[in-house]
């Protein structure tokens, strides 16, 4: 068990609709990473936030947002969704923006029908 | 932007040889390389990761060399254990106020008893 929670573990749902997917880090961790795994597209980093900022972003749709709140946990929304979007979505943290070592949740499996 | 590329795609070995998975990047400005194994059903796990200031790390029977000139790094495990099985992920990553993570496309080993 890393630290890190992830709610939902699943979540089924269909076409045109909009998702919250919640991440709370580690315990001291200051830094959220979102990634989309899929088995076309493999690992992809979706997004960063430290302590409540933006620090950097990676290949995240428009439809895609997410935020990091003042008690540090993150949510990321998904909008207008698509097949292709189904995937499973983890978070990760770490203590530090640079460089530090990423702890990984266990991830939401979402399911677009 | 940053591109990984990872070989082989899928690997077997007998128990008790060594595997190399090789990764390839191709911005020279990247300067952290973290190395993941993903077991079926599970989060990814950090396993070494190496910074650019280094050419060399062990840890026990795995070790990652980084070559900056050639612009590839490489996992090798030695004396392999059927629980090495899995899927491995190289990345790279650039300090730039965040931490863009760009994944390869995953090795997957089977350690053959």
């Known amino acids: 068990d890393s630290g890190v929670t992830q709610t939902p573990k699943h979540l089924i749902t269909a076409t045109g609709q909009r998702v919250t997917l919640r991440c709370s880090p580690r315990s001291g961790d200051l830094s959220v990473y979102w990634y989309q795994q899929s088995l076309d597209q493999g690992l992809q980093f979706l997004i960063q936030?430290?302590?409540?900022?933006?620090?950097a972003k990676g290949n995240i749709l428009e439809r895609f947002s997410a935020q990091q709140f003042p008690d540090l946990h993150s949510e990321l929304n998904l909008s207008s969704l698509e097949l292709g979007d189904s995937a499973l979505y983890f978070c990760a943290s770490s203590v530090l923006p640079l460089g530090e070592t990423q702890y990984f949740g266990p991830g939401t499996r979402l399911l677009v029908l | 932007g940053e591109n990984v590329e990872q070989h082989p795609s899928t690997l077997s070995v007998q128990e008790g040889d060594s595997a190399v998975i090789k990764c390839t990047y191709s911005d020279s400005a990247s300067n952290y390389f973290p190395w993941y194994k993903q077991e079926l059903g599970k989060r990814p796990q950090l396993i070494i990761d190496i910074r650019s200031n280094v050419g060399e790390k062990k840890d026990q029977r795995i070790a990652v060399t980084l070559n900056k000139t050639a612009k590839h790094f490489s996992l090798h495990i030695t004396e392999t254990q059927p629980e090495d099985s899995a899927v491995y992920f190289c990345a790279a990553s650039l300090y730039n106020y965040g931490q863009n993570f760009v994944f390869g496309p995953g090795t997957r080993l089977s350690v053959l008893p």
């Open positions: 936030y430290y302590n409540g900022e933006e620090r």
